[in-house]
């Protein structure tokens, strides 16, 4: 079986500061990772994934999360906020990366973002 | 289309009452879910169909809940006498190759 958990559901940083959102999983196979973004009242949106490449994953709008088998996290990070970067986040595992793997997710990092 | 279409966006369903939610897959994807992600939490996995095939339904959480998708490409998710615990948003996803494609969710209020 599958688990993500992502610590913290509320994560609150200023305009410019650095964005981390943290995620653990739980998997009994190699894992293929994502991070999904959520806007209010819209689907899921793919920012990046791992697949067994390299460990340090480059996602859209400048975030990025790193693998660390060790420690088995996937933490998402970028640089500097944006208020557009106000929503909420979620990290996911699948067993496979077919187009027929399911998707376990965690429950969710809401992020604000402070002028 | 272009992405994931489903219909309704919302709605509100009275306790007892049966609901018919509708996915629109991107042109071509093989695979298809179904979600159900309840408020503040994350999505969680109802059933999974290729093509036309429902190979995993392993999710579904009673047998008031059923899933088709019989030619192969739209896919409708019905719920049987809801109960209040049914108000969530379904999301439904398709993909091709490792990528899912979420669709803007059906938010169903179960009064």
């Known amino acids: 079986a599958q688990s993500v958990t992502q610590l913290g559901s509320h994560v609150s940083v200023s305009e410019g500061a650095l964005v981390l959102l943290r995620c653990n999983y739980s998997s009994s196979v190699p894992p293929y990772l994502f991070w999904y973004v959520q806007y209010p009242n819209q689907g899921l949106q793919l920012l990046l994934k791992y697949t067994s490449a390299a460990t340090l994953v480059k996602g859209i709008n400048g975030f990025e999360a790193e693998f660390k088998k060790s420690e088995t996290s996937f933490h998402l990070t970028k640089p500097s906020a944006h208020m557009s970067d106000a929503a909420e986040y979620f990290c996911?595992?699948?067993?496979?990366?077919?187009?027929?793997?399911?998707?376990?997710f965690g429950e969710g990092t809401q992020l604000t973002v402070n002028p | 289309g272009a992405g994931v279409s489903q219909s309704p966006r919302y709605k509100v369903a009275k306790r007892g009452q049966d609901v018919a939610l509708r996915c629109d897959p991107i042109?071509?994807?093989?695979?298809l879910f179904w979600y159900q992600q309840a408020l503040g939490q994350g999505p969680e996995f109802l059933t999974y169909f290729q093509n036309e095939a429902q190979l995993d339904k392993s999710g579904l959480p009673s047998d008031r809940f059923f899933a088709e998708r019989p030619e192969g490409s739209v896919s409708t998710l019905k719920i049987q006498r809801t109960q209040q615990e049914d108000s969530a948003v379904y999301l439904c996803?398709?993909?091709?190759?490792?990528?899912?494609?979420f669709g803007q969710g059906t938010r169903l209020t179960v009064v």
């Open positions: 996803a398709s993909s091709r190759w490792s990528e899912a494609f």
């Open positions: 996911a595992v699948s067993e496979g990366e077919t187009s027929g793997s399911r998707l376990t």
């Open positions: 042109s071509g994807h093989v695979s």
